[in-house]
Nanobody, 115 residues
Framework: QVPVVESGGGLVQAGGSLKLSCAASGSIGSINGMGWFRQAPGKQRDMVAT???????HYADSVKGRFTVSRDNAENTMYLQMNSLKPEDTAVYYC?????????WGQGTQVTVSS
């Protein structure tokens, strides 16, 4: 069973919206925090948003006011609602799950925003 799986990426026009999902396996253990990162071609992987087990959120300045991270604890699933998308948001988006034993990364989901 794959520990972490992202979904929801796709192609959208500038100004549009997408909602990404990150499903963590039930066997993954106790989750301390979850987060979204993204990596554009030729660039480093950057933090987009994080969510602690207590519900504290943190966003990159470039997405504040446009993106919202949330979590369904019962389903062990994290979401990233992305509104007012811009071409510069184009990247592969990765989910990470931090547990007491190790950090897990998903395989990534492509988000492409056309101008």
């Amino acid at each position: 069973q794959v520990p972490v799986v992202e979904s929801g990426g796709g192609l959208v026009q500038a100004g549009g919206s997408l909602k990404l999902s990150c499903a963590a396996s039930g066997s993954i253990g106790s989750i301390n925090g979850m987060g979204w990162f993204r990596q554009a071609p030729g660039k480093q992987r950057d933090m987009v948003a994080t969510l602690t087990s207590s519900g504290t959120t943190h966003y990159a300045d470039s997405v504040k006011g446009r993106f919202t991270v949330s979590r369904d604890n019962a389903e062990n699933t994290m979401y990233l609602q992305m509104n007012s998308l811009k071409p510069e948001d184009t990247a592969v988006y990765y989910c990470t799950v931090v547990t007491t034993m190790k950090d897990y990364w998903g395989q990534g989901t492509q988000v492409t925003v056309s101008s």
